[in-house]
C-alpha cells in the first residue's frame, strides 16, 4: 500500500526519493537538490497578510546549502508582523522539510520549502500564525484523545476579457462543462500543479457563479482538497491560493478569492470540512448513524461560531455575502445535507448498499464497503480568511464541544431538517441566533468570547488584541444600511478588497 502511494504520487520528491514526505529529512533534501542539478532554494512563509513571502536562495555549494537546511536564515520580524517590533525584530525561519516541493513557476529548477518562525532564543514564535495551530492541534489532542482532520474548498473567481463563442448563462454555472466554460483548463493545470507541490485534490469544477459585464466575463470555481491533518490542510491552501495566481498571471487573467464579487451573484466562500479520527478510524458515525461524538463536535462548532468570523470573515465585504438566499449561512443551526444552515452534514456513503454493481451489473465479484467519509462543513468562511488562525479557531471549538456537559442538548436544540429560508419557517428563524452582520460585531463577539482562545495561551492575548483592532478599525457597523442601493459604492469596496488574503 505504501508503495503504491510513494509511485502514485505527483510531488517529484516523493516519487524520486521513494518515500511519504512526512519522513523528508535533511538528508533526502541534498540528495534531490545534488542529483536533480537544482540551481535555486526558495524559503517560503505566511506573513501577517495571509500571503507567502519568499526568501531566495542560489546554491554554492553542498557545504552552504548543508548550512542553511541545518540552521535556516534571519529576517525582519518588523516587516512581516504588526505585534513586533523594530528594535528587537529579528527572526529565525526555519525550514519544515516535509513541505519541500519543486517550483512550477521558476525558469530555473528551484525547490520551495515552507518554514516557521522561532525566536532569538532558538523557541518558536508564540504568536507566529502556524505555531498559534500547532498549539491547538497537540491541546485538542491531549484533552479528547482524536485526530483533528480538515479539508477545504477553494471558491474563486476568474475574470478577463469578454469575447469567447460560448456566453455565460448568468448563475448557472454548476459543474459546466467545455465549451460552455472558459476556463476549465486553468483550473486542470491548477489541480495538477498544487498536486505536484503536495495538495491532496478531492475533485474541482466550477461553481454556481457566472455573469458577464459590457466588457468581461466572470467565472467561479472550486478546488476541494482530501481530509487530512489540520496543519497541513492550511498549508496546502496557503500554496494552491499562490498557485492560482500565479496561473492568473501567467494567463492574463484576474483570480480572486473575495467574498464578494458583486451584489445579487454568488459569493465565494471557504467551507471547511472536519472529521474525527483515532487509530486511523473516521469517528463521526456510528451504527451508519451521525455519531454523538460528531454531534458534540457541531455543538462545539455552533457555541462558538460568532467570534470564529474574526479569522474566517475577516473583511467588510465578508458580510456582503452571508446574507439569504445566496448559499451562504446567516443563522446558528446545523442541518443534514442542507445548504441554508451554518453547519451541514454532507452525504458521507453511510448507507451500507453497492451503487456501483447497481449502475455496473456486468461488475464480477464484491465491491468493497469503504467506511470513513463523513465530515461535516462549517460554511462562513471565505477567502478573506486568516486560514490558520481559523482553523485553530475550529479545533478550540469543536474541543469545547466534546468535553462539554451539554452538548448534545445544545446540538439537539439546533438542528433543523427545513430550509430556514423559506416563508413559512420564519418562526424557526426567530429562535435562532444570528451570524455578525460586519467586522464590528464580529470583533465584538471575539472580545465577549476571548477566554476559549487564551486558553492553555494557544492564542496569545497580544493575538486577539491585534484581531479585534483590526476588525474595528473598519468602523463598518451600520456598512449594510449605508451602501443600499449605492451600486457605485459597493464596487469601488469590492475592488479594494479583490486580492484579499
Known amino acids: 500500500m505504501r508503495e503504491r502511494e510513494v509511485l502514485l504520487n505527483p510531488n517529484k520528491l516523493v516519487r524520486y526519493l521513494k518515500k511519504p514526505a512526512s519522513e523528508f529529512t535533511k538528508h533526502d533534501i541534498i540528495q534531490f537538490i545534488d542529483e536533480n542539478n537544482v540551481e535555486l532554494l526558495n524559503f517560503k512563509y505566511v506573513g501577517e497578510d495571509g500571503k507567502?513571502?519568499?526568501?531566495?536562495?542560489v546554491i554554492t555549494s553542498k557545504d552552504y546549502l548543508d548550512s542553511i537546511l541545518s540552521t535556516g536564515e534571519r529576517v525582519d520580524g518588523s516587516s512581516l508582523f504588526s505585534f513586533i517590533e523594530a528594535g528587537r525584530s529579528d527572526l529565525y525561519v526555519i525550514p519544515r522539510f516535509k513541505t519541500a516541493?519543486?517550483?512550477?513557476?521558476?525558469?530555473?529548477?528551484?525547490?520551495?520549502?515552507?518554514?516557521?518562525?522561532?525566536?532569538?532564543?532558538?523557541?518558536?514564535?508564540?504568536?507566529?500564525?502556524?505555531?498559534?495551530?500547532?498549539?491547538?492541534?497537540?491541546d485538542f489532542k491531549q484533552s479528547t484523545g482524536y485526530d483533528f482532520y480538515a479539508m477545504g474548498e477553494l471558491e474563486y473567481y476568474i475574470s478577463g476579457t469578454k469575447g469567447s463563442l460560448y456566453q455565460p448563462t448568468d448563475q448557472k454555472g454548476y459543474h459546466t462543462s467545455s465549451p460552455f466554460t472558459n476556463w476549465e483548463h486553468l483550473r486542470i493545470e491548477a489541480m495538477q500543479l498544487i498536486a505536484q507541490s503536495g495538495g491532496k485534490i478531492k475533485y474541482g469544477h466550477s461553481e454556481v457563479g457566472n455573469f458577464?459585464?459590457?466588457?468581461?466575463?466572470?467565472?467561479q470555481?472550486?478546488?476541494?482538497?482530501?481530509?487530512?491533518?489540520?496543519?497541513?490542510?492550511?498549508?496546502?491552501?496557503?500554496?494552491?491560493?499562490?498557485?492560482?495566481?500565479?496561473?492568473?498571471?501567467?494567463?492574463?487573467?484576474?483570480?480572486?478569492?473575495?467574498?464578494?464579487?458583486?451584489?445579487?451573484?454568488?459569493?465565494s466562500g471557504l467551507h471547511i470540512h472536519m472529521m474525527l479520527v483515532k487509530d486511523g478510524v473516521n469517528k463521526m458515525i456510528e451504527n451508519f448513524e451521525l455519531s454523538d461524538l460528531a454531534k458534540k463536535m457541531i455543538a462545539g462548532l455552533l457555541e462558538l461560531a460568532r467570534p470564529l468570523t474574526a479569522f474566517g470573515n475577516y473583511i467588510p465585504t465578508s458580510y456582503l455575502r452571508l446574507v439569504p438566499h445566496q448559499e451562504a449561512p446567516t443563522k446558528v443551526c446545523w442541518g443534514d445535507t442542507n445548504r441554508s444552515v451554518l453547519v451541514r452534514v454532507p452525504l458521507g456513503?453511510?448507507?451500507?448498499?453497492?451503487?456501483?454493481?447497481?449502475?455496473?451489473?456486468q461488475e464480477i465479484g464484491e465491491i468493497p464497503y469503504i467506511p470513513g467519509k463523513q465530515t461535516v462543513e462549517f460554511r462562513a468562511p471565505d477567502g478573506s480568511a486568516d486560514i490558520y488562525h481559523l482553523m485553530a479557531g475550529l479545533i478550540i471549538a469543536a474541543k469545547n464541544g466534546i468535553i462539554g456537559k451539554n452538548s448534545l442538548k445544545k446540538a439537539d436544540e439546533l438542528y433543523v431538517k427545513v430550509n430556514i429560508f423559506d416563508g413559512?419557517?420564519?418562526?424557526?428563524?426567530?429562535?435562532?441566533?444570528?451570524?455578525?452582520?460586519?467586522?464590528?460585531?464580529?470583533?465584538?463577539?471575539?472580545?465577549?468570547n476571548r477566554k476559549y482562545f487564551e486558553e492553555n495561551n494557544i492564542f496569545p492575548k497580544g493575538t486577539i488584541d491585534r484581531f479585534i483592532n483590526y476588525l474595528k478599525s473598519f468602523k463598518d457597523e451600520h456598512l449594510s444600511e449605508e451602501l443600499y442601493g449605492k451600486k457605485d459604492e459597493i464596487k469601488k469596496l469590492v475592488e479594494k478588497y479583490i486580492h484579499c488574503a
Open 221 to 267: 470555481h472550486e478546488i476541494e482538497f482530501m481530509p487530512v491533518n489540520a496543519d497541513e490542510a492550511v498549508d496546502q491552501l496557503i500554496v494552491a491560493k499562490w498557485i492560482l495566481r500565479m496561473l492568473g498571471k501567467q494567463h492574463h487573467v484576474q483570480i480572486s478569492f473575495a467574498p464578494k464579487i458583486t451584489v445579487g451573484k454568488a459569493g
Open 424 to 448: 413559512e419557517n420564519k418562526g424557526i428563524l426567530k429562535k435562532l441566533d444570528s451570524l455578525p452582520q460586519s467586522c464590528w460585531e464580529s470583533a465584538e463577539s471575539l472580545e465577549q
Open 52 to 57: 507567502l513571502k519568499t526568501l531566495n536562495f
Open 101 to 138: 516541493f519543486v517550483d512550477p513557476f521558476a525558469t530555473s529548477p528551484t525547490l520551495n520549502i515552507l518554514c516557521s518562525f522561532y525566536t532569538a532564543e532558538g523557541n518558536p514564535l508564540e504568536s507566529a500564525p502556524e505555531y498559534i495551530l500547532k498549539k491547538a492541534i497537540i
Open 212 to 219: 458577464s459585464t459590457e466588457t468581461e466575463e466572470y467565472e
Open 349 to 361: 456513503w453511510v448507507a451500507e448498499t453497492s451503487m456501483i454493481k447497481n449502475a455496473n451489473p
